[in-house]
């Protein structure tokens, strides 16, 4: 399972990025010597005080990254003791400056016992070329080294990565084709004062794609920071880029999960082509209803993802109409938002806990309700993927998985088009828990969801069917097709690098695959048991293989 021929790649290029940091390591512990030696001396102290937890905060942040992790946590230790220092309203003694210095000589000390275990914890992988179609990342961040060590592991899960040192050098150039924004949150401030909130609201206001923050340490201010600029999320370095990578994934993939589906029924015909228009304009998909007996039928053939409901209507009230729906288990999820002039409370908490989840008042303003619609919609989503989606790779649970293979099947019938079923499995897994620990199995794992999140279509269902074990059911694929989509897959894992702190090592995938081509009219638990039989075939045959089912 062991790469030995990647271990003798002594040049790589990842391996240079550590040699370089390590390099420089022994000039930063000295500059910050004598930046703590310039307070000691200097009777205005807050200038050198603030560089000095600047250097601790960058040494801190970086550190971890490339394996020196006593290093990291020592350096965060001292600039936490230095930002209090700052934050304090009396001086500092001299006597506390001295215990600092003291300290500070504890940091070569830690140097030496990361050494001694000489490893990151994370991946690596060997160089790849990243197809022209795979997601473009902008990466921020100051240091250089650090920054081609973060996109060369990003690379290894199919992203294309341009790094830039400053944010003013990414929006002076053009952004149409990025996907995703990484940055550092210091990434632009200055040397001393703390990054304001309104530097990052400046700076990205004109950013279109999804913001995703990282930074040396973790409290309130710099994830509020964060809130306010818009990002999505926040993580700490060192960075877990498995983790990373699977954020990424899902931020990417959020931006494409298509049209909102909005059902509104009102009786004033003015009204419901004044909504159309603009959520239609919004770039919702969205069906009127005049008259509400046609309620049922309507929702089970559009499948909205809201409704907006009139309170009061000639023959049928709002509220009797989301009774009626909560009747329905398939729709008591389904958002209800009353349209509604009604202002007295006793009728509007009457209306609540008939089924409705809220209330859009008349007159309705355009903004407030295309924002309403869509952070409504957005929760639905995001509540059904955390009922149907594997918390650890983001993919579809077992019982999904197999739903998702019956809906397929019948439109592969209809359609006539050939559909793939996938059978995949790490090899030896059960020796990764025993001898790394089921916390790095976790990464190994998720790390296989982002892969083929990565490699796989929007349009291919992809799930986790149980501990090491996934399923890939492609729609209009055929096994040859198939064939060649796993192999790229099983390549690319098998060139990932997982470290931990005293070893490294190597994963593979075995797979099956059948098709309905070769196995036609069969049901998804037949197709499943094929894929299976050829994924045992590539067991048998030395795993880290892909097999078809031969025809019958």
Known sequence: ???????????????????????????????????????????????????????????????????????????????????????????????????????????????????????????????????????????????????????????????????????????????????????????????????????????????????????????????LEA?????????????????????????????????????????????????????THAGMTVETLQDPSHLLDRTSSFQPELVLLDLHMPEVSGDELAAMLRQFEKWNNLPILYLTQEQDQQERAHALMRGGDGFINKPVGEEFLIKTCRNRVRRLRDMQQAIALDGLTGLLRHANIKEALGTELQGAARSGNPLSVVMLDIDHFKHVNDTYGHALGD???????????????????????????FVAVLPNCDANAAERLVNRLREAFAEIKFVDRETSFSCSLSAGIADTRNFPGLMGEQLLELADAALYTSKQNGRNCVSVAPAQ
């Open 1 to 223: 399972m062991t790469d030995s021929s990647y271990d003798s790649q002594v040049n790589s290029k990842l391996n240079k990025l550590r040699s370089a940091y390590r390099s420089r390591l022994n000039e930063e512990l000295e500059r910050i010597s004598e930046q703590a030696q310039e307070a000691h001396i200097h009777d205005d102290r807050g200038e050198a005080l603030a560089k000095l937890r600047h250097r601790l905060h960058k040494l801190a942040g970086s550190a971890g990254t490339f394996g020196f992790h006593q290093l990291g946590n020592h350096a965060r230790y001292l600039e936490q003791q230095v930002q209090r220092w700052i934050n304090q309203s009396e001086p500092v003694k001299p006597q506390e400056l001295q215990q600092l210095n003291e300290e500070l000589s504890d940091l070569a000390r830690h140097l030496g016992s990361d050494e001694a275990l000489s490893s990151a914890v994370g991946v690596e992988s060997t160089e790849q070329s990243a197809d022209s179609n795979s997601p473009a990342i902008a990466l921020i961040e100051r240091d250089s080294i650090l920054a081609d060590y973060i996109a060369h592991q990003l690379e290894s899960f199919g992203f294309r990565v341009q790094s830039y040192q400053d944010p003013h050098e990414l929006l002076n150039n053009d952004q149409g084709g990025i996907d995703l924004l990484l940055l550092d949150h210091r990434a632009g401030a200055s040397e001393v004062a703390e990054t304001p909130t309104d530097h990052w609201r400046a700076l990205l206001r004109e950013v279109a794609c999804p913001v995703i923050f990282m930074g040396g340490h973790e409290d309130f201010q710099v994830r």
């Open 227 to 279: 809130v306010r600029a818009g990002a999505e999320g926040y993580f700490v370095k060192p960075l877990n880029i498995p983790n990373v990578a699977a954020k990424i994934t899902r931020s990417i993939r959020k931006r494409h999960q298509g049209e909102e589906r909005v059902l509104i029924i009102d009786d004033d015909v003015d009204l419901l082509a004044y909504l159309n228009t603009v959520l």
């Open 443 to 469: 990464v190994v794992i998720s790390t296989v969801g982002t892969l083929l999140t990565q490699h796989f279509r929007r349009s291919d269902r992809l799930g986790r069917y149980g501990g090491e074990e």
